[in-house]
């Protein structure tokens, strides 16, 4: 069946340094990948989507890359804040489809 | 300009009493979707509606039927409430065409006892 990893640990960095975040998936060809910043009692909210062709997408401090050879998506938040603290999600879609696969988030804490 | 706009926000219930979850949006997307959270598990889709006037099955669709009463509102509803159904559900919209970005409201938080 259709799996999407992230790591469940959460991810501790100091303020000013760059957060890398891991997406794995198998037994999937997705066309776009997403990720999804969720807060506390809040909804997702969301923030880049890539294309299967597409290696690498920024957006301000936001970087993603996509490799469909490695099955992998990384998810980078340069020059970090307290304030991106959260749980980032990491969704996969096939094309055209509407039945997009969410993966369980990993919890960001950001220490100033 | 509210979004996605879900009530009620908190509910409890008793088992085998039913609810309807009700969602409202105000984007003008053409499709909404209904999804579950769960500890420790990614949202997994319930139902969604594509377009206007259409309904689909998801992932886990059993023990829900949901309602597109017109392009703003995509109601769920729980006929029989059991306790593997207690969860936090989020209502979403995007624009039409699948592989959108979704646009989420706040939740609902289902406790059934």
Known sequence: ?112 | NAGVTQTPKFQVLKTGQSMTLQCAQDMNHNSMYWYRQDPGMGLRLIYYSASEGTTDKGEVPNGYNVSRLNKREFSLRLESAAPSQTSVYFCASSEEGGNQPQHFGDGTRLSIL
């Open chain 1, 1 to 112: 069946s259709q799996k999407i990893e992230q790591n469940s640990e959460a991810l501790n960095i100091q303020e000013g340094k760059t957060a890398t975040l891991t997406c794995n998936y198998t037994n999937y060809s997705p066309a776009y990948l997403q990720w999804y910043r969720q807060d506390p009692g809040r909804g997702p909210v969301f923030l880049l989507l890539i294309r299967e062709n597409e290696k690498e997408k920024r957006k301000e401090r936001l970087k993603v890359t996509f490799d469909t050879t490695l099955k992998q998506s990384l998810f980078h938040i340069t020059a970090s804040q307290p304030a991106d603290s959260a749980t980032y999600l990491c969704a996969l879609d096939g094309a055209g489809g509407f039945k997009t696969i969410f993966g369980a988030g990993t919890r960001l804490f950001v220490k100033a």
